[in-house]
């Protein structure tokens, strides 16, 4: 049966999806239609403007972000499949566009801002989509979702539907896997340091999968899992609901 859309949508699936990972994107509108929302990506979304903001390049961050604004304006509900993207519209937007013309906007655009789990979750109210992974699932908290929005309960809660799966704690889930966008380039001795943590932790719970809600912490991960010819894998929180990744 379909189901007929009753909620209307954006889906900003972010750079890094946009040009990596489109797997990722279509296993979030995937998601998002089986619930009967209607998905839209308007022409011309690109980045939010977090990189910049973050390496302190202001100025090209605003103009970034600001063609951003324009283009969700009166477009309904934004999610994302990223925790950090999530959190940079919702809670830095004010500051980058305080003062300015954009910051009446940015405060409204800020409260129609979703991450990808929590408007299953909290917003949809859904806790069981289908998903079926027979294995063994182990969650990292992105640094961005977890301190900024107050992620992990709805990933959680999503995994813990998901039949077949066994879902085991992971020493350190809220610990930094080292990305850090430009930091993992300029201090990458500590990147590399915090990633072996992370890698060591990762073999002691024995999960088959290491799930995120961000596809920077994933390739973070999964480089260094390939590297040390680890068994497990790192995945997008959304192509294991999607079904989208093999046992």
Known sequence: MTVQPH??????????????????????????ERQGVEVIVPRGLTCCGQMAFNAGFRDDAYAVAGRTLEILRNQGDVVLPSGSCGAMIRHLYHELFHGTRHETAAKELAQRTYELSEYLVDVLGV?????????????????????????????????????????????????????????????HQISEAMLQRKLTHIAECGCDLVVTGDASCMTQMAGGLSRSKSRARACHLAEVLANRVRS
């Open 7 to 32: 909620r209307r949508a954006v889906l900003f699936v972010t750079c890094i999806v946009d040009q990596i990972y489109p797997n990722i994107g279509f296993a979030a509108a995937e998601l998002l």
């Open 127 to 187: 806790v069981d989509v289908g998903a079926r992974y027979d294995g063994v699932i182990a969650v990292h908290d992105a640094c961005h979702g977890m301190r900024y929005m107050g992620l992990g309960r709805q990933a959680r809660t999503l995994l813990e539907h998901v039949a077949g799966a066994r879902i085991v704690a992971l020493s350190g889930s809220d610990e930094c896997c080292g990305f850090g966008g430009l930091f993992a380039v300029k201090q």
